[in-house]
């Protein structure tokens, strides 16, 4: 599987960001899926996961309220809705696929996801 994130630039604090996760290649597979952030020199962290059906979804407490994630399983496309952005929000972010079809057990755990895309930078300026 392929992951390819866009969307990504610079926005004033309180502004938006819609990210898009483009997948392809070996798609058929009932995967959950997943947006990450990384800011340099810090370890990679969890922002938000979704299961196959898009029934189940989870985020971390610094984005609950303020991020949204949806898929559209036909399109093969993971989105991130971003909204009430914050200077703290600044980081690459990656989308990643998770094998467990429809449940996001451990969906925190970076290891719980096998593929990874290139990631796409997000700046929000204060």
């Known amino acids: 599987v392929q992951l390819v994130e866009s969307g990504g630039g610079l926005v004033q604090a309180g502004g938006s960001l819609r990210l898009s996760c483009a997948a392809s290649?070996?798609?058929?597979?009932?995967?959950?899926m997943g947006w990450f952030r990384q800011v340099p020199g810090k370890e990679r962290v969890f922002v938000a996961a979704i299961s196959w059906s898009g029934g189940n979804t989870a985020y971390a407490v610094s984005v609950k309220g303020r991020f949204t994630i949806s898929r559209d399983n036909a399109k093969n496309t993971l989105w991130l809705q971003m909204n009430s952005l914050k200077p703290e929000d600044t980081a690459v972010y990656y989308c990643?696929?998770?094998?467990?079809?429809?449940?996001?057990?451990?969906?925190?755990?970076?290891?719980?996801?096998?593929?990874w895309g290139q990631g796409t930078q997000v700046t929000v300026s204060s």
């Open positions: 990643a696929t998770k094998p467990t079809g429809d449940i996001i057990p451990f969906y925190y755990r970076e290891d719980e996801y096998n593929y």
């Open positions: 290649g070996r798609t058929s597979s009932r995967y959950a």
